[in-house]
């Protein structure tokens, strides 16, 4: 299995930003994607997440709200879009799966095996 996240930049206070995540070398539909982003000297926080059967997300509080993730079946592509992008929001965005045959939404990067490269994400102020 692989993930490939894409889409990080550099946007301005109050846009919106879309990020990307490409899953692939998996067969099976019954799993979850999950957002988590970094700052240096900081544990990996839980952004959002997305069941890919049944399509329920959960996110965080910080981005409640303003935020959500979708999929593309067709793509197996699962998009992390945020509007009215903060400073603190400045991070790298990594995707994450867990193992084959585990669908469990979870707020806790230890719980995922799979992580993608992460993306980097700027929001001037």
């Known amino acids: 299995v692989q993930l490939q996240a894409s889409g990080g930049g550099l946007v301005q206070a109050g846009e919106s930003l879309r990020v990307s995540c490409v899953a692939s070398?998996?067969?099976?539909?019954?799993?979850?994607v999950a957002w988590f982003r970094q700052t240096p000297g900081k544990e990996r926080e839980f952004v959002g997440g997305i069941s890919w059967s049944t399509t329920r997300t959960e996110y965080a509080d910080s981005v409640k709200g303003r935020s959500t993730i979708s999929k593309d079946n067709a793509r197996n592509t699962v998009y992390l879009q945020m509007n009215s992008a903060k400073p603190e929001d400045t991070a790298v965005y990594y995707c994450?799966?867990?193992?084959?045959?585990?669908?469990?939404?979870?707020?806790?990067?230890?719980?995922?095996?799979?992580w993608g490269q992460g993306t980097e994400v700027t929001v001037s102020s």
């Open positions: 994450a799966a867990p193992r084959i045959g585990v669908n469990t939404l979870s707020r806790y990067p230890t719980s995922y095996y799979y």
């Open positions: 070398g998996r067969t099976s539909r019954d799993y979850t």
